[in-house]
């Protein structure tokens, strides 16, 4: 009997000390996933500080998630995310089509910037379009060990609070965006690349920008702020060549 429970102790050690190493390297992981796989994508820099995700509920948060500006824009970041939930089926984790149960983005600042018809959002959207065209950065990245292209779906996109700063390096108005929610990003399909899902959420958040910004002039407008109404006329133009006058859904 006392050996028996020697044993089961032992056993009891070792499956902590496995659950322990398995979170720390899901955290690691994900961190050297996104700094190495979305610089390639977005063609800035993209830094992640940290991830932490329990291997047994799928639940974590990222935290210090910053993309910056693309080349020729501000040394300020295009945007700041202090932290985000995620919610994973834990058994999705092993195989090649990740499931998603919820995304929530709480309280990111966007720094918007605009040269006449040009804009910082405007630029980016081009990278990530660019990027899932050639296939060159993106295609071989998303694969698990056995070389499987790896799908992902997301059952709920959250994104709540945001704010945009108009102007060079942010400097300018804050205005708030309106709450995103987007629901199954994939699941029809049986998921979805990596890179599509991202090109899709960017997508949509770059259009509610353009809502944010189109009302945000109106109301200066009623105002009387002239000047200021000018500014934020020309940042709605530098992403209307994209979007056309309404935005589009993914």
Same mark, same amino acid.
């Not at 998303?142 to 609070?161: C, E, M, Q, S, Y």
């Not at 108009?166 to 994939?186: H, Y």
């Given at each position: 009997?006392?050996t028996?429970?020697?044993?089961l ?8 000390a496995?659950?322990? @190493?398995?979170?720390?390297?899901l955290?690691?992981?994900v ?12 063609q800035?820099? !993209? ?5 932490? +995700? ?10 210090g ?15 700041t995310?202090?932290k985000?939930h +995620?919610?994973?089926a /834990?058994?999705?984790l092993?195989g090649d ?9 709480d309280?990111?600042? +966007?720094?918007y ?11 980016l959207?081009k990278?990530?379009e ?16 056995d070389g499987?292209?790896?799908?992902v779906?997301v ?6 609070n945001a704010? !945009? ?5 942010g ?6 965006? /309106?709450?995103?929610?987007l629901?199954?990003?994939?699941t029809k $399909? ?7 899902i !991202?090109?899709?959420?960017v997508?949509h958040?770059a ?8 009302k945000?002039?109106?109301? +200066?407008?009623?105002?009387?702020g002239? @000047? ?8 709605? $133009? ?9 935005k589009k859904? /993914?």
């Amino acid at each position: 009997m006392k050996t028996l429970l020697i044993v089961l102790g032992v056993l009891t050690a070792l499956g902590v000390a496995a659950v322990i @190493a398995l979170q720390f390297f899901l955290g690691s992981a994900v961190t050297a996933g996104v700094n190495h796989f979305a610089p390639k994508l977005t063609q800035t820099s !993209v830094v992640l500080q940290g991830a932490s +995700i329990s291997p047994l509920t799928g639940s974590g948060t990222l935290t210090g998630l910053v993309i910056g500006n693309p080349q020729g824009w501000g040394e300020t970041p295009l945007c700041t995310l202090g932290k985000v939930h +995620i919610d994973v089926a /834990p058994f999705s984790l092993l195989g090649d089509h990740i499931v998603v149960n919820e995304i929530i983005v709480d309280a990111p600042e +966007i720094n918007y910037e605009t040269k006449i018809v040009a804009s910082n959002v405007n630029d980016l959207l081009k990278s990530v379009e660019s990027a899932l065209r050639s296939g060159k950065n993106t295609a071989s990245l998303a694969t698990t060990k056995d070389g499987k292209p790896i799908k992902v779906a997301v059952k709920k996109f959250r994104l709540t609070n945001a704010r !945009v700063r108009l102007g060079a390096g942010g400097t300018g108005m804050t205005i708030p965006m /309106p709450d995103i929610e987007l629901n199954d990003l994939g699941t029809k $399909e049986g998921g979805l690349s990596p890179d599509q899902i !991202v090109a899709a959420i960017v997508k949509h958040v770059a259009g509610d920008v353009v809502v944010a910004t189109v009302k945000a002039a109106g109301d +200066i407008s009623k105002t009387g702020g002239a @000047a200021t109404a000018e500014g934020v006329k020309r940042a709605v $133009e530098g992403l209307k060549g994209l979007f056309g006058d309404d935005k589009k859904k /993914p």
